[in-house]
């Protein structure tokens, strides 16, 4: 098996609702990121998760005119 494929398992176990097709869409990097987040979600209050310097803190999109 290879390493993006581990990553979506691992995501799977900790988000059984995230759906591998959808996950297949992302690169290694952004599932490493995701997988990341979720494991720092899953420890106990007062630890915390770094955002990646390369993504931005608040996104928007702009409504269809």
């Known amino acids: 098996m290879d390493y993006k494929n581990n990553l979506i398992d691992t995501i799977q176990t900790h988000n059984p609702t995230a759906d591998r097709i959808w996950l297949e869409g992302f690169s290694a990097e952004s599932l490493r990121t995701y997988l990341d987040h ?9 630890s915390h998760w770094v955002r990646p310097g390369d993504t931005p803190a608040i ?5 269809a005119a």
């Open 59 to 63: 996104t928007f999109r702009a409504t």
């Open 38 to 46: 979720l494991v720092s979600a899953s420890e106990p209050r007062g």
